[in-house]
Nanobody, 121 residues
Framework: QVAESGGGLVQPGGSLTLSCTAS????????IGWLRQAPGKEREGVSC????????YYADSMKGRLSISRDNAKNTVYLQMNTLRPEDTGVYFC????????????????WGKGTTVTVSA
């Protein structure tokens, strides 16, 4: 399974780092994708990191404001988000799959329950 953490309330222009911690499998063997679901909208991919960090991909809507990385010792993938905007508000999910199709994870095997990010003054 995977579990997200790190969400919260942040002011516009602020930063947050989300964590996706895997248990029961080695995260580095899988692609890990981050997706978000804004209120009233469909879930969409925002970033994906390939197995062994071979590739890192970001959605155009957040490119330049995101950084995805792994800490294999902690079996965790991080998503650092900078210069947050109110439209970045939503529930952020991570999923483990067999690969990345650009910023979308594919072949998802494990899903987390999400962590809520609220960007508001």
């Amino acid at each position: 399974q995977v579990a997200e953490s790190g969400g919260g309330l942040v002011q516009p222009g602020g930063s947050l780092t989300l964590s996706c911690t895997a248990s029961g499998f080695t995260a580095d063997d899988y692609a890990i994708g981050w997706l978000r679901q804004a209120p009233g909208k469909e879930r969409e991919g925002v970033s994906c990191i390939s197995p062994s960090s071979a590739g890192r991909y970001y959605a155009d809507s957040m490119k330049g404001r995101l950084s995805i990385s792994r800490d294999n010792a902690k079996n965790t993938v991080y998503l650092q988000m900078n210069t947050l905007r109110p439209e970045d508000t939503g529930v952020y999910f991570c999923a483990a799959g067999w690969g990345c199709s650009s910023y979308d994870v594919v072949g998802e095997k494990y899903w987390g329950k999400g962590t809520t990010v609220t960007v508001s003054a």
